[in-house]
């Protein structure tokens, strides 16, 4: 991805995803040709940590989970 908007709060390069800059088709193809044809292995290790973050952080699961908190706290039931 280009480092760009929200995307870097999410996507730590080399560990839950790749960060590419400068932002262009060209370094991109890049990045990609080097992670499929040099470092395949990394690609694999990046993805998995990238599903763990979403797990952890963006499922619809968390999501209610928090707000639910969220409002009996605000509520003050226990």
Not at 64 to 77: K, Y
Request: proline fraction near 8%.
């Amino acid at each position: 991805a280009f480092p760009s908007g929200g995307i870097p709060e999410v996507v730590v390069d080399e560990k839950t995803g790749f960060l590419v800059d400068p932002p262009t088709p060209e370094a991109l193809a890049s990045r990609i040709r080097t992670l499929l044809c040099e470092r395949p292995g990394k690609l694999q290790e990046t993805a998995q940590a990238g599903r763990v973050l979403w797990q952890q952080r963006f499922t619809l699961e968390r999501y209610r989970r928090e707000l639910l908190d969220a409002i009996v706290a605000a509520s003050g039931a226990r």
